[in-house]
């Protein structure tokens, strides 16, 4: 479990941290835009060139990255191989049987689409990796305060949100206590085949779903006995303020979107 | 069966920048058929410690021996079955652990995933049923409809019946009330008297330690401070205030009436002793006074 990265928050102190999660949101969207403008040599190279920078100023080791992907992998081959092997006839066909056509079209495509993956996959981790799950939540809410004209419960979701990823560390440390206890009376995880492992899991499923049902009961029982009411306007603890930071951060993506505007090939 | 210890260090997330040392080189050895009480504070590394036994977590470095079982960085999970039969661990809160739909089914659930056949597994889950002090007549109930205290008697059957020959017990009377705990230290202690179970207890009840213990390891910030009998751990009351450790309560007792004219030796550590040596003293006095 210690080996999955994606998702999980790493607690230093860099430039990249103190983005307001705003900021980081909506400049992930913003970078995922620009991954599917560009489309060729040049504007890839832009974007490798920025994702690395970007990796570089947030002082996290380009290790966690690529672990980050190895549990992706087996998507990002599949898709490539789909893409390789079954792209519309174009250019030069290299190979050619019943079906299948393996042309230069194919090739340069599924090369854009594995560094398509790459980028946005290291690009959202280092989202997460930077930024704690409550801000990410507290952001999400502040970006979706529009919403309230049309009467989307946008403060109740946001609770939900902080509350769902408030509780992942919590079940997750209940998930080992109840393996650590399962495997002490002999249940082998992870071991066997499909079946024997798919039957491993009932030990493990049942006590965690009846802990979180009686965690959930507490909680909105203490929630209720402090006087939480669903919908009405809620003030927050945590501010957030829209720094100079993130005002330089968006010019440079915005440079970075000229550019690659320039560069693309129309 | 014996433990032994050779400078175990343990890093949770080793080679993260999450790294952290929860143990650093510990060293002891506890004979077979020991009873050895782990104290010390929230996050000394207890809990960690006695993960070790049963190989849940292996050393980042040094060497655990549990009779002819070895383990070390290099261990593999597939050499670790056999010991886990032989060593029980009862968790914080066991009562999470139960999953089956009968109390039988679930006490049974250990044994059968070490081989032995469901007929001797379910026959075994009566019997261990009746052990813990509950009627066999509850076995074909849901566990879930019992009270917690009856949830916990359940798990710690389906721990014993392992039939393990180390029981590791981590805080085993949390949250229970004072009936309830003293009769789970009584069980517990019967089965160290009559089936000579090596028995290794976390707990912060220093009472517990000084009635049932026979040997005591002391742990702060991941290093084994102290390791001896009780009486030489708990001799020195002024050293465990100074480490913040409580001192039973029959020896704090005992200081205070030190202050009053009484003179222990040694100091006594539970109410019987504390009441033998207060009534040997006033035998004495009296014979002084007439």
Do not use: C
């Amino acid at each position: 479990m210690s080996n999955f990265i994606f998702g999980r928050y790493l607690p230093l102190n860099s430039v990249v941290h103190r983005l307001d999660p705003r900021a980081k949101l909506m400049l992930s969207f913003f970078y995922i835009v620009l991954v599917f403008m560009a489309n060729n040599l040049v504007t890839y190279g832009i974007l490798i060139v920025f994702t690395l920078a970007a990796i570089f100023a947030s002082k996290i080791s380009l290790g966690f990255f690529l672990k980050g992907i190895r549990p992706l992998l087996w998507l990002i081959v599949f898709t490539v191989v789909l893409q390789l092997l079954f792209s519309p006839a174009g250019g030069h066909v290299y190979f050619h049987w019943a079906f299948i056509n393996i042309t230069q079209y194919g090739v340069v495509n599924s090369g854009y689409i594995f560094i398509r993956f790459l980028l946005i996959i290291m690009m959202s981790t280092l989202l997460t990796l930077s930024t704690q799950p409550l801000d990410i939540a507290t952001g999400l809410s502040s970006l979706m305060k529009p919403l309230r004209w049309v009467h989307v419960p946008v403060d109740t979701l946001a609770m939900m949100l902080s509350i769902a990823l408030r509780f992942v560390p919590t079940l997750m440390d209940e998930a080992t206590k109840i393996m650590n206890a399962q495997r002490a009376r002999g249940v082998d995880f992870g071991e066997g085949g499909l079946f024997k492992q798919a039957k491993s899991l009932i030990p493990l499923m049942v006590p965690l779903f009846m802990s979180a049902f009686n965690r959930a009961e507490d909680l909105s029982t203490a929630m209720e006995a402090r006087g939480y009411q669903d919908s009405e306007h809620r003030s927050q603890y945590r501010i957030l303020t829209w720094q100079k930071r993130d005002t330089v951060t968006w010019i440079i993506f915005i440079i970075g979107f000229a550019a690659i505007l320039a560069f693309r090939r129309w | 069966m014996a433990i032994s210890f050779e400078h175990v260090t343990f890093t949770y997330q080793a080679g993260t920048p999450m790294a952290q040392t929860a143990l650093e080189d510990v060293s002891f050895n506890l004979p077979d058929h020991g009873y050895l009480a782990i104290i010390g504070h929230t996050g000394s590394g207890k809990s960690t410690l006695v993960q070790q036994i049963n190989a849940l977590l292996k050393p980042t470095s040094g060497t655990i021996k549990i009779d002819d079982f070895t383990i070390t960085p290099d261990t593999t999970n597939a050499d670790l079955k056999p010991l886990r039969q032989h060593v029980g661990m009862v968790f914080q809160f066991p009562e999470s652990q139960l999953f089956e739909e009968t109390i039988r089914k679930d006490i049974a659930f250990g044994p059968q995933n070490f081989g032995m056949s469901p007929e001797d597994a379910n026959e075994l889950a009566d019997q261990m049923l009746t052990t813990v002090g509950l009627d066999t007549s509850y076995a074909e109930r849901s566990p879930f409809e019992l009270s917690g205290g009856q949830m916990r008697r359940v798990a710690i059957a389906g721990v014993l019946a392992m039939r393990p020959k180390v029981l590791i017990l981590d805080e085993p009377t949390a949250g229970l009330d004072p009936q309830g705990r003293q009769e789970m230290m009584d069980l517990f202690e019967q089965l160290h008297r009559e089936q000579g179970l090596t028995i290794v207890l976390v707990t912060h009840q220093m009472e517990d330690v000084a009635e049932y213990a026979e040997q005591v390891a002391i742990m702060r910030e991941g290093r084994l401070v102290k390791f001896g009998d009780v009486q030489e751990a708990f001799g020195d009351p002024d050293w465990l205030l100074a480490n913040q450790l409580d001192v039973p309560r029959a020896a704090q007792f005992a200081q205070q009436l030190a202050k009053r004219g009484f003179q222990w030796q040694p100091l006594p550590l539970t109410a019987d002793q504390l009441a033998e040596q207060i009534a040997e003293q006033w035998r004495k006095r009296g014979t002084d006074h007439v």
